[in-house]
């Protein structure tokens, strides 16, 4: 009986410790190069810069996203982005101002996939309907 429940108190402390080991961000990509937005960007489009997470239903699965905007300006933006399924792929996005709102368009591996703010949050919109809602990590 005292060998089941310290097995059991032993299995769940492990799971504990090493759970979110398993759920970690991946390495990342050995050639990236992070650049400040310039101070004169408008800051709704410098908000794009930095590191997120997130994860989106694509044909029925969990498919889990970090992307990472390294550099961002008025026509353009490099970007890195990891899916559970691919690793990470580089990406040269166009900025474009539709509605008073800004995106970021690239050419996926499905198709145009776009990228854009609301609030706090980043959204990456996958084609044919898939989006993956995205949040800032450090």
């Known amino acids: 009986m005292k060998r089941s429940i310290v097995s059991a108190v032993s299995i769940v402390l492990v799971s504990i ?14 050639d990236l190069q992070m650049v400040q937005p310039d101070p004169s960007l408008p800051k709704e489009l410098a908000a794009f810069f930095g590191k997120w997470e997130g994860t989106a239903d694509i044909s029925g699965r969990g498919i889990e996203f970090f992307v990472i905007v390294e550099s961002v300006a008025k026509e353009k933006a490099s970007l890195y982005i990891y899916r559970t399924d691919l690793g990470w792929v580089r990406y040269e996005a166009t900025v474009s101002k539709e509605r008073g709102k800004y995106k970021l368009s690239f050419r996926g591996r499905e198709g145009w996939c776009e990228l854009t703010m609301k609030e706090e949050y980043l959204d990456l919109y996958i084609p044919p309907r898939a989006t993956a809602r995205l949040r800032r990590v450090p």
């Open 17 to 30: 410790f090493f759970c979110p080991m398993l759920m970690a961000a991946p390495p990342m990509p050995a």
